[in-house]
């Protein structure tokens, strides 16, 4: 029952044209920035470690492949939360929006399996967009630029990352940023469950996310004890994964926070949604 459910949820995911807008936008901007980096990369990256070269013998191919890949990462996975909450955001309040929600709630299943469909449904949705963003990076990246070292430049320190040593980073990077970006499909699909509206859930989504931002990122002493727990600061954790030696502690506590924020806006959703009335 639970397959066929997960079926039914799939198939309305990507029979909506926004689905694909998603995979289009990552395709358009990975073509951009590898066509940029191509075009004018080595010159701007030169001017950039000329004040290094002063000092340090530098050689090699800065620009390749994985370097490439880390600046489209960087670029893109911020702005992915509007991507996956323009589908998750409405999985639910979609229903009440077209009148389904009492067929769907009358089914011979219990709405708490309902709620578990619609949620696989959207990390999968979330996976596919992370899974295409690292492949079409690191595919089209490694074969216009090649492998090399990664030098990355970090607020305190540049590591200078092997290439032998890129691929696995990269792949755990995924796996964190997907962690992050579930944070945001499930606390859009909680705010869909109270909502009647299919539009809502999306907006307040990314207006949460901006304003929790935005605390996140200014020094001011009244948000300093609230920012370890606003899930936007465990967001970027990613990045961690290029720092030598790892900050693995940082990394953990990040990934169980998110795991914690995740858990928190399920159990909320399912007793939301195995409480609501469906008749008003």
Same mark, same amino acid.
């Given at each position: ?6 079926? !039914?949820? +799939? ?6 044209? $926004?689905?694909? @807008?998603?995979? #289009?936008?990552? /395709?358009?901007?990975? &073509? ?68 389904? !929600?009492? +067929? ?6 219990? $709405?708490?399996? @309902?709620?578990? #469909?619609?949620? /696989?449904?959207?990390? &999968? ?156």
């Amino acid at each position: 029952m639970m397959y066929g459910l997960l079926r !039914i949820e +799939l198939y309305k995911i990507f029979t909506r044209p $926004r689905s694909y @807008i998603g995979f #289009a936008a990552i /395709v358009l901007l990975v &073509f951009v920035i590898e066509l940029a980096m191509y075009s004018s990369g080595k010159s701007y990256f030169g001017f950039i470690t000329a004040q290094i070269e002063s000092s340090f013998l530098i050689q090699g191919n800065i620009l390749n492949g994985y370097l490439v890949t880390y600046i489209i990462l960087q670029t893109l996975i911020v702005q992915m939360p509007l991507l996956v909450a323009l589908v998750t955001g409405d999985l639910i309040s979609s229903e009440a929006s077209a009148g389904t !929600i009492r +067929l769907l709630a009358t089914k011979p299943v219990s $709405r708490a399996s @309902i709620v578990t #469909a619609k949620a /696989v449904a959207g990390s &999968f949705y979330t996976l596919l967009l992370i899974l295409s963003l690292e492949a079409g990076a690191l595919g089209f990246g490694l074969l216009i630029f090649k492998p090399g070292d990664l030098m990355v430049m970090n607020s305190d320190h540049i590591a200078i990352l092997p290439s032998s040593d890129c691929l696995w980073r990269f792949i755990a990077a995924g796996s964190v940023a997907f962690i992050s970006l579930s944070v945001v499909s499930t606390f859009s699909l909680m705010l869909s469950s109270f909502s009647n509206n299919s539009i809502v859930p999306i907006v307040a989504t990314m207006s949460v996310i901006i304003v929790f931002t935005i605390v996140g990122t200014m020094d001011v002493p009244l948000f300093q004890p609230i920012k370890p727990f606003l899930f936007t600061t465990h967001m970027i954790v990613w990045r961690n994964l290029f720092r030598d030696p790892l900050p693995l502690s940082t990394i953990y506590t990040s990934i169980l926070i998110m795991l914690l924020h995740i858990t928190g806006f399920l159990g909320i959703t399912y007793y939301n949604f195995t409480r609501k009335d469906i008749l008003s």
